[in-house]
T-cell receptor, first 113, second 115 residues
Framework: QKEVEQDPGPLSVPEGAIVSLNCTYS??????FMWYRQYSRKGPELLMY????GNKEDGRFTAQVDKSSKYISLFIRDSQPSDSATYLC?????????????FGKGTHLIIQP | ETGVTQTPRHLVMGMTNKKSLKCEQH?????MYWYKQSAKKPLELMFV???????ENNSVPSRFSPECPNSSHLFLHLHTLQPEDSALYLC??????????????FGPGTRLTVL
């Protein structure tokens, strides 16, 4: 079983819809959870960063972590064509070491105008 | 220049060539990373340098050789690569303390094709 599972898509939704992106993981030691957005021909950029369980909101984006289910989500409200990108979930065990991040494969999201 | 820059952006090389990828960060960070991104696979961590010392070598073949001369620069030296090494190579940087390790800033990547 892979450490982090993420549906690669593509996921295509109309403009204005609420988008739900998800990842599941198997390592219960993960404590830090991140969502990166990657546009074509660019490197990933950090969107959201959460620690442990709960919700975090930033504008149209909400990150949700459920450690009991080993499941994380990113919700995008009022989706825009400019949100079309690949969304990568990432997680790490500790925040105090250079152990790098464990990534999902990424979900390719298309927002139709 | 701002953020993390990588050169070249595209590289085509034969299996017997030797080439180097360069990364420079302008963020005042002191941890730097090399990742490999292949189609339909998650990003794979290759090397980590923290305070200019290599702290992670994630079972990478010896045909990849990293070098970190200072906290702003990171190189990946390539020799006798295989076609399966074709991928996007991403450099990232972060602060080397506490939770800041997780806030990694990525460069645009070098698209490598091995013929």
């Amino acid at each position: 079983q892979k450490e982090v599972e993420q549906d690669p898509g593509p996921l295509s939704v109309p403009e204005g819809a609420i988008v739900s992106l998800n990842c599941t993981y198997s390592n219960s030691a993960f404590q830090y959870f991140m969502w990166y957005r990657q546009y074509s021909r660019k490197g990933p950029e950090l969107l959201m960063y959460t620690y442990s369980s709960g919700n975090k909101e930033d504008g149209r984006f909400t990150a949700q972590v459920d450690k009991s289910s080993k499941y994380i989500s990113l919700f995008i409200r009022d989706s825009q064509p400019s949100d079309s990108a690949t969304y990568l979930c990432a997680m790490s065990v500790i925040g105090g070491g250079a152990d790098g991040l464990t990534f999902g494969k990424g979900t390719h999201l298309i927002i139709q105008p | 220049e701002t953020g993390v820059t990588q050169t070249p952006r595209h590289l085509v090389m034969g299996m017997t060539n030797k080439k180097s990828l360069k990364c420079e960060q302008h963020l005042g960070h002191n941890a730097m990373y090399w990742y490999k991104q292949s189609a339909k696979k998650p990003l794979e961590l290759m090397f980590v340098y923290s305070l200019e010392e290599r702290v992670e070598n994630n079972s990478v073949p010896s045909r990849f050789s990293p070098e970190c001369p200072n906290s702003s620069h990171l190189f990946l030296h390539l020799h006798t690569l295989q076609p399966e090494d074709s991928a996007l190579y991403l450099c990232a940087s972060s602060q080397a303390r506490g939770r800041a390790y997780n806030e990694q800033f990525f460069g645009p990547g070098t698209r490598l094709t091995v013929l």
